[in-house]
């Protein structure tokens, strides 16, 4: 169960953000309320969130999800991997630092990205990717090996940050995509396997009693019904167009 989650309104400056996708220039107005109603969906799910404001200076730092990695015992801090977004981290170890005695950091050389890390009850999954390298994630692993949990390091093939195509949804069940479908370290869970074209929608949140996902995802929204999850569908189209997902809008312990 997830009690906090902190998220952060959109900057204005947000439509200039790093992007790899083709899917045009983001509407702002359009952001703010598919932002507002991410939250409030949050809140529906019953977690206290903690909203911080809008900062110019980091177009991408909406994303709050890649500035840290939080269990219920401790707080990992990273070192985004994108030059442009490691002065986002300040704000996020401010926003942190009530909840927790003990916080890490990932350090230079190493970098890392919150997207890259999966953590499925006492089992992290890292991946590597352009944003996530082997220093960073080995000084991740190492710090959750330190206190008790296992790690798993996965160099990426298809995917921008490990969660783009992978979700925990509790009870032994992960919602899979692309190249995590036949990965041998996931051979033990049961998979809701998602289809090339449904892609997108594999990036879905568990909060609490809900799973948060994209709109227009249909077959996804079924097959999560028929397993007995209870689903709320949001908009995403302005997130999207800067390769962001459901996962990276929040940091949920």
Not at 88 to 104: G, L, R
Not at 174 to 202: D, H, M, R
Not at 233 to 244: A, H, N, R, T
């Amino acid at each position: 169960m997830f009690n906090h989650v902190i998220v952060k309104k959109p900057s204005k400056s947000y439509v200039n953000g790093l992007t790899t996708s083709s899917l045009g220039v983001p509407n702002y107005e359009e952001l703010l309320l598919q932002h507002e109603k991410y939250v409030s969906a949050l809140k529906y799910c019953g977690v206290e969130v903690i909203y911080l404001e809008a900062d110019e200076a980091f177009p991408d730092s909406t994303f709050v999800e890649d500035a840290a990695v939080l269990t219920k015992e401790f707080a990992v801090i990273t070192n985004p991997g994108a030059p442009s977004r490691n002065g986002e981290i300040v704000a996020i170890e401010k926003a942190v630092q009530p909840f927790y005695k003990k916080i890490h950091h990932i350090v230079a050389p190493g970098f890392l990205d919150g997207g890259d890390v999966l953590q499925v009850d006492r089992i992290f999954y890292i991946g590597l990717s352009e944003r996530t390298n082997e220093a960073g994630a080995k000084q991740l692993k190492k710090m959750v090996e330190a206190e008790k949990y296992t790690a798993h390091i996965i160099p990426l093939k298809e995917f921008f940050h490990l969660k783009t195509g992978i979700a925990s949804v509790g009870k032994n069940k992960l919602v899979v995509t692309g190249e995590f479908i036949t990965n041998p370290l996931f051979e033990s869970y049961e998979k809701i396997i998602i289809p090339k074209e449904q892609q997108y929608s594999a990036n879905c949140i568990l909060v609490n009693d809900y799973v948060i996902i994209p709109a227009g995802f249909e077959e996804t929204n079924q097959q999560l019904k028929s397993q007995g999850y209870q689903t709320i569908e949001l908009e995403m189209s302005e997130f999207q167009k800067q390769d962001g997902g459901l996962s990276c809008l929040s940091l949920r312990f």
